[in-house]
Nanobody, 127 residues
Framework: QVQLFESGAGWAQGGGSLRLSCAVSGGTFSIMGWFRQAPGKEREFVAVISRNGGTTYYADSVKGRFTISRDNAKNTVYLQMNSLRPEDTAVYYC??????????????????????WGQGTQVTVSS
């Protein structure tokens, strides 16, 4: 049973930084993504990283400010968030694709492409 455990929830002032972590247990450390969901809005894609960390994609809204990375020795994926804005306030979720996927496919931004999800962690950015 694959389980994802997020940490790093917190509050930041606009322009500040936070780092989220997501530890994976119980299965192959596969392609990993980060999503977020603000109140009253649909869950939206933030970033994805390939199995070896060599390929990443970002939502336009976070490009140049957020960085996704992974440590395969620790089965952990990270989301470094810099230059935070109030509109970044949301619950952030890490997600894992099934282990049968060896490369990022064109549906990487769709929540339905991911089988396993963390419980979510709150990020609040004040202006």
């Amino acid at each position: 049973q694959v389980q994802l455990f997020e940490s790093g929830a917190g509050w930041a002032q606009g322009g500040g930084s936070l780092r989220l972590s997501c530890a994976v247990s119980g299965g192959t450390f596969s392609i990993m993504g980060w999503f977020r969901q603000a109140p009253g809005k649909e869950r939206e894609f933030v970033a994805v990283i390939s199995r070896n960390g060599g390929t990443t994609y970002y939502a336009d809204s976070v490009k140049g400010r957020f960085t996704i990375s992974r440590d395969n020795a620790k089965n952990t994926v990270y989301l470094q968030m810099n230059s935070l804005r109030p509109e970044d306030t949301a619950v952030y979720y890490c997600a894992a694709r099934p282990s049968t996927y060896y490369s990022i496919t064109s549906d990487y931004a769709s929540p339905t492409a991911y089988r396993y999800w963390g419980q979510g962690t709150q990020v609040t950015v004040s202006s």
